[in-house]
């Protein structure tokens, strides 16, 4: 075995090599959450498209909040689907990111959302959080918290571990 192949084995046995690829990969999810989060607010849905995998499930909160029933949207047309009724429903919103968290395949993010009632008027502020699940740079799966406990517990993850970490959109 040459020197190279040699080098190679031992980079691809490296634990430390695996925990920066992690990161690294982990990294890229959150940088993806927030270039999401940013196309969401301008009302861009072809650019949040380009985030989220063609077989991409959806697990929206907001139909529950308003009394409709749990809904899960599947693929491109699924998420343009959730995203019109969402502005149909919201003719403003702002989402705040108190805390954003990479875990290798995954992004937890908790925040508050600020929006404005379409037909009524009225402003409403709500916790939020989102638990997504990325495979090869894409969003696979996203599910939206109104209790950001919830999303914790989904993520497997003990709330005294978490240390918050304030980042702007």
Same mark, same amino acid.
């Given at each position: 075995m040459g020197i190279v192949a040699r080098f190679g &084995?031992?980079?691809? #046995? @490296?634990?430390? +090599? /695996?925990? =920066?690829?992690? #990161? $690294?990969? @982990?990294? *890229?999810?959150? =940088? &993806? %959450?927030?270039?999401?989060? /940013?196309?969401?607010e301008r009302r861009d849905v072809e650019s949040i498209l380009k985030e989220l995998d063609p077989a991409v499930e959806w697990h929206p &909160? %907001?139909? $529950? +909040? +308003?009394?409709? *029933?749990t809904s899960v949207y599947h693929g491109h047309q699924g998420a343009r689907e959730v995203i019109q009724q969402f502005w149909e429903v919201f003719s403003q919103a702002h989402f705040e990111v108190a805390e954003i968290r990479g875990m290798g395949d995954q992004v937890l993010a908790i925040g508050t959302m600020r929006v404005r009632g379409a037909e009524s008027g009225a402003d409403v502020e709500s916790p939020w959080a989102y638990l997504v699940r990325s495979k090869q740079g894409k969003a696979v799966s996203i599910r939206v918290y109104t209790d950001p406990a919830d999303a914790i517990e989904a993520a497997g993850i003990s709330r005294r571990r978490s240390r918050p970490k304030q980042i702007d959109l």
């Amino acid at each position: 075995m040459g020197i190279v192949a040699r080098f190679g &084995a031992i980079c691809q #046995r @490296s634990p430390k +090599l /695996e925990r =920066d690829t992690a #990161r $690294a990969m @982990s990294q *890229e999810n959150v =940088d &993806a %959450f927030k270039r999401a989060m /940013e196309h969401l607010e301008r009302r861009d849905v072809e650019s949040i498209l380009k985030e989220l995998d063609p077989a991409v499930e959806w697990h929206p &909160a %907001f139909t $529950a +909040l +308003l009394g409709g *029933e749990t809904s899960v949207y599947h693929g491109h047309q699924g998420a343009r689907e959730v995203i019109q009724q969402f502005w149909e429903v919201f003719s403003q919103a702002h989402f705040e990111v108190a805390e954003i968290r990479g875990m290798g395949d995954q992004v937890l993010a908790i925040g508050t959302m600020r929006v404005r009632g379409a037909e009524s008027g009225a402003d409403v502020e709500s916790p939020w959080a989102y638990l997504v699940r990325s495979k090869q740079g894409k969003a696979v799966s996203i599910r939206v918290y109104t209790d950001p406990a919830d999303a914790i517990e989904a993520a497997g993850i003990s709330r005294r571990r978490s240390r918050p970490k304030q980042i702007d959109l």
